[in-house]
C-alpha cells in the first residue's frame, strides 16, 4: 500500500471489515457516479465535529478568541463503522426501512482514485474528563497524520464505532476550485470490486429487495447480495433450543 497516497492508523488492521449504512439515494449515487462521496467535515451533523474550534484561546489581556482550523476547513470525510447489521445503526440510518448497508475492508481504500493527502483512522471516543488525554493521543500516534481533532467525538456517539476516511483538499490547489467552499467531493472507485457485501434493512418490503437486486445484478455487482436476518425468528431453532413441559405431581 502507498502510505503516501493513504495513511491507515495503527488500530485498524488492512483485512478489517469495515460497513457503512446508507440511504438508497447515497446507494444510487455511488453506483450511478462510480465515486465516494465525502463530506466537508465542518458541514457534519454534530456541532461538535473538529473540537478545537470550540475552545477559546486566551490572548495576553485575558480576552478569549475562536479562531476556525484551516485544517478542518478544508477536509472533506466519510464515516464507516465495525458494525455489522446493528440494530441501533439501522434505525439511525434507515428511517425510511429502504437503507442500506454495504461492506469493504480497509486496504480497498487505497483503491480509491486520486488520493492524495488522505488518511483512514479509527475515531477515540472522550468525555469532559480524559480530552486532553484523547487529544495528545491522537498528536503522538504518526499513524493518524493530520487527522488530529478530527477524529475525536464524544462518548455519547460510541455505540457507532466509527471509522473516518478523511482527505485534505489542501493537496488538490489545481484540480478542485474554492477548496474552503466546496461542500462535497467525490473519489472514483470501482464499487464491483470495493463493495464486498451489499445487505437490506432488515424491515424492508420483498418487493423491494427484489427490485434492488435485480438493479444490483445489472450493475454487475456480483458480491453477496441480501436483506438482513437482524429480525428473523430463527434463534432457537438455530441453536437447537426448545421447550419442554412436564406434569408436575
Known amino acids: 500500500m502507498n502510505k503516501h497516497i493513504l495513511t491507515i492508523s495503527n488500530n485498524i488492521k488492512e483485512d478489517d471489515c469495515l460497513f457503512r449504512y446508507i440511504s438508497l439515494a447515497q446507494f444510487i ?105 484523547c487529544r495528545r493521543e491522537v498528536e503522538n500516534n504518526p499513524s493518524y497524520s493530520f487527522a488530529g481533532d478530527m477524529v475525536l467525538k464524544r462518548e455519547t456517539f460510541k455505540h457507532e464505532n466509527e471509522v473516518r476516511l478523511l482527505v485534505c483538499l489542501q493537496a488538490y490547489p489545481k484540480e478542485i476550485d474554492h477548496i474552503w467552499d466546496i461542500p462535497i467531493v467525490g473519489f472514483g472507485i470501482e464499487p464491483e470490486i470495493f463493495i464486498k457485501s451489499i445487505t437490506f434493512d432488515p424491515r424492508a418490503d420483498d418487493w423491494y429487495v427484489e427490485t434492488m437486486k435485480k438493479y444490483c445484478f445489472s450493475k454487475n455487482l456480483n458480491c453477496p447480495i441480501e436483506k438482513s436476518t437482524l429480525y428473523k425468528k430463527d434463534f432457537f431453532a438455530s441453536a437447537n433450543i426448545v421447550r419442554k413441559y412436564e406434569l408436575v405431581k
Open 29 to 133: 449515487s455511488m453506483i450511478e457516479n462510480r465515486k465516494l462521496f465525502l463530506r466537508k467535515v465542518k458541514l457534519w451533523d454534530d456541532p461538535w465535529e473538529a473540537p478545537d474550534d470550540q475552545l477559546p484561546l486566551i490572548s495576553d489581556d485575558g480576552t478569549e478568541i475562536y479562531s476556525e482550523s484551516l485544517l478542518a476547513a478544508s477536509t472533506v470525510g466519510q464515516c464507516w463503522t465495525y458494525e455489522k447489521d446493528s440494530d441501533a445503526m439501522w434505525r439511525i440510518y434507515s428511517g425510511d426501512r429502504q437503507g442500506i448497508m454495504i461492506e469493504t475492508i480497509a486496504k480497498n481504500f487505497a483503491s480509491i482514485d486520486n488520493l492524495r493527502k488522505a488518511v483512514l483512522s479509527k475515531v477515540i471516543y472522550y468525555n469532559t474528563g480524559n480530552y486532553i488525554d
